[in-house]
């Protein structure tokens, strides 16, 4: 049973979204979203997290955590602006606190797309070598000959 000051009814009927009282609860969620298979779901509730005006002046070291969280996540389901919002947030967040933390965030974002691109590229490299190898076999043509 909830009670309206356990949590905060969304403008949707039937949906509610979890309060969190620290940040750890969210990272703590979204892992366990993240072992069954929900991405989307745990990137959701890492966002929430983010967004959360409760945390938003705050800076600590799981906050990093959670973002650098929310940005392999936003690589691995290639939602940019999810990742800019994100971005944009924890900027505000540890601009006063830890300026040096946006400057490891930022770099482990970076790796991560880049990894994600160099997949991508050898998948790509893949399916070129096969279709090479369709060019090569005898075409019917010469086949007939």
Known sequence: KFHFWQVFVSPFPGIFMAQYTRPENALKRAEELIDVGNRQDALDELHKAIQHRKFKNLWTPTIEAIMVRHLELCVELKKMRTAREGLYQYRTMCQAANIASLEIVVQRFRKAAEEKVSEAKKAKDVQMAEMEN??????????LL
């Open 134 to 143: 369709l060019d090569e076999m005898e075409s019917p043509q010469t086949i």
